[in-house]
């Protein structure tokens, strides 16, 4: 299994910015997608979970209201719509996949990055002004 992301870039405060995770297979019948995100300096988080074909999600309380995780299953992609940026936003941002059909819960986002099998390059996101 595969992943790419795309859409990083720099971002005024306040501005929107969609990141896309496209899939070298289908995922989301049978296991869990997650954003994570890593600061400078900072460990890697876990902000938003995606599974049970897309209808199950969660979010990471810094996130929540502000990020809307998604999925177009027929593209085997995965988004996360960030808006409302803010500069403590800012990192690479990774998507991740385990092959293990879950609900998204707070659990899930809190586990180490290391469980998960599974990953994309990353794409630098930067807000600033």
């Given at each position: 299994?595969?992943?790419?992301?795309?859409g990083?870039g720099?971002v005024?405060?306040?501005?929107s910015?969609?990141?896309s995770?496209?899939?070298?297979?289908?995922?989301?019948?049978?296991?869990?997608?997650?954003?994570?995100?890593?600061?400078?300096?900072?460990?890697?988080?876990?902000?938003?979970?995606?599974?049970?074909?897309?209808?199950?999600?969660?979010y990471?309380?810094a996130?929540?209201?502000?990020?809307?995780?998604s999925?177009?299953?027929?593209?085997?992609?995965?988004?996360?719509?960030?808006s409302?940026?803010?500069?403590?936003?800012t990192?690479?941002?990774y998507c991740a996949?385990?092959?293990?059909?879950r609900?998204?819960?707070?659990?899930?986002?809190?586990?180490?990055?290391?469980?998960f099998?599974?990953?994309?390059?990353?794409?630098?996101?930067?807000?600033?002004?």
């Amino acid at each position: 299994l595969s992943l790419v992301e795309s859409g990083g870039g720099l971002v005024q405060p306040g501005g929107s910015l969609r990141l896309s995770c496209v899939t070298s297979e289908f995922v989301l019948d049978g296991g869990v997608i997650l954003w994570f995100r890593q600061a400078p300096g900072k460990e890697r988080e876990g902000v938003a979970c995606i599974g049970k074909e897309g209808t199950s999600r969660f979010y990471a309380d810094a996130v929540q209201g502000r990020f809307t995780i998604s999925s177009d299953n027929a593209r085997n992609t995965v988004y996360l719509q960030m808006s409302t940026l803010k500069p403590d936003d800012t990192g690479v941002y990774y998507c991740a996949a385990e092959a293990v059909d879950r609900y998204c819960s707070d659990w899930i986002l809190t586990r180490s990055p290391l469980d998960f099998p599974f990953w994309g390059q990353g794409a630098q996101v930067t807000v600033s002004s």
